[in-house]
């Protein structure tokens, strides 16, 4: 069900006001390109933005991790983008959605992804940290945005 949800969908059921018009900028003509994309079909640049955008990552997350499921170093401009942007979440999203901590830990577990960026690299330790961390805590309700 989550693949089919689009942002116009999300803002609907959060009660969230986004204007009908393209803002003037690359993001806003960006989120208006992807408004009624179902997540599912979202590119790694669109997770990628969507992401370091903390837009919606109650709902974008879990179908990232599903993407990273087949390339743990996917992404656009790099491989290990998409970690390094999950990366740049909150520990409070990870600690408010205990189950995507744990799929991602899973992820991380099941696989030693090699690579020479230092960013990815550092994305990597920090994740596998934070996904330990809200494994081990009492978790969350889910808080919603990130």
Same mark, same amino acid.
């Given at each position: 069900m989550m693949l089919r949800l689009t942002f116009r969908r999300i803002?609907?059921? /959060?009660?969230?006001?986004?204007?009908?018009?393209?803002?003037?900028?690359?993001?806003?003509d960006w989120y208006q390109s992807v408004r009624d994309k179902p997540l599912g079909e979202?590119?790694? /640049?669109?997770?990628?933005i969507a992401c370091r955008q903390r837009l919606y990552g109650e709902f974008v997350v879990p179908v990232l991790l599903t993407r990273l499921e087949s390339d743990l170093l996917a992404g656009d401009m790099y491989e290990g983008e998409l970690l390094v942007a999950?990366?740049?979440?909150?520990r409070d999203f990870w600690v408010n959605n205990p189950v995507a901590a744990c799929v991602l830990g899973t992820l991380l577990?099941?696989?030693?992804?090699?690579?020479?960026?230092?960013?990815v690299i550092v994305a990597l330790k920090h994740l596998r940290s934070v996904a330990r961390a809200a494994g081990s805590g009492s978790g969350g309700s889910g808080s919603g945005l990130i």
């Amino acid at each position: 069900m989550m693949l089919r949800l689009t942002f116009r969908r999300i803002e609907r059921c /959060k009660g969230v006001a986004v204007s009908e018009e393209g803002a003037d900028s690359g993001l806003g003509d960006w989120y208006q390109s992807v408004r009624d994309k179902p997540l599912g079909e979202f590119s790694n /640049k669109d997770f990628g933005i969507a992401c370091r955008q903390r837009l919606y990552g109650e709902f974008v997350v879990p179908v990232l991790l599903t993407r990273l499921e087949s390339d743990l170093l996917a992404g656009d401009m790099y491989e290990g983008e998409l970690l390094v942007a999950l990366a740049g979440l909150p520990r409070d999203f990870w600690v408010n959605n205990p189950v995507a901590a744990c799929v991602l830990g899973t992820l991380l577990d099941s696989s030693a992804p090699e690579s020479d960026d230092e960013d990815v690299i550092v994305a990597l330790k920090h994740l596998r940290s934070v996904a330990r961390a809200a494994g081990s805590g009492s978790g969350g309700s889910g808080s919603g945005l990130i």
